[in-house]
Each structure stands twice: as structure tokens, then as C-alpha cells.
């Protein structure tokens, strides 16, 4: 069940700023407040998911192909295209989700380390 309090929700509608980097029909992306990377950008498609897989379910074809074809706008713009980057979904739980709106993280800017510490 999504919730529509959850901090992205509220960013979408205005209700709490973000320092945003690029907006169209299908998503939003802004920088993390909490960096963990020189580039450290999250994307969020504009509908209401939860998580990865809520949206890979239940989101249009239009929605998931604009909210990747989104990803690669912003990995270019963002210069983080050249070098690499990594992209995480968290997810659930064990997945160390904390916030229940779907979202990527981009990561990039200088050599990310391992995979997972
Ligand atoms: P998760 O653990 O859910 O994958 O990641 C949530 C991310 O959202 C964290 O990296 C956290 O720093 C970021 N975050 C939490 N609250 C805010 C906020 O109010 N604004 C921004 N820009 N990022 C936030």
C-alpha cells in the first residue's frame, strides 16, 4: 500500500523543497540531502510506487520507458556517463529502503568502491 505522507510524495507536491536537476511528464530527480558521492542524484517517477517492484508491475509502458529514457538524460547531463556510475534500487526491507516512494540512485563523480561493505 503507497504511502502519500512519505518525504518523496510531499516533494512532489511541492510541500518540501529539493534541489532539483531535471523534470519532465514522467519524473523528478533531485540531489540526496545526505551525498554519498560527488554526484549523488535520485530519480522518481511522478506516479505513486513504492518500490522497484510495485512500479516494474503496476506502472504503464509509457511511465516505465520515460522514466528510463530519463535515467540517461540525467547520467549525461550530470557527466557521470564517461567514467560510470552505479544505479540502486533499494528495496523492502532487506533492502535498507527508507524512503516507500520507488526511486534510483545515481552514484558517480569518483569510483563508488564495492559493491556492497
Ligand atoms: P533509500 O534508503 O530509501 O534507498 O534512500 C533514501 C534516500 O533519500 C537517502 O539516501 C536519503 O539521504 C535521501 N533523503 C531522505 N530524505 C530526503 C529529503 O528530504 N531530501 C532529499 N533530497 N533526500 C532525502
Redesign the pocket.
Known sequence: MYDPKN?FAR?LRGE?P??KVYEDDFVLA?????P?APVHI?VIPKGAYSDLIDFSTHASGAEIEGFFRAVSKIAAEQGIVGDGFRS?A?TGDHG????PHF?L?LLGGAPIGPMVS
Do not use: M
Open positions: 518525504i516533494i518540501i529539493c534541489d533531485f540531489r540526496d540531502i545526505a554519498k535520485l540502486i533499494n535498507g529502503q527508507e524512503v526511486h540512485h
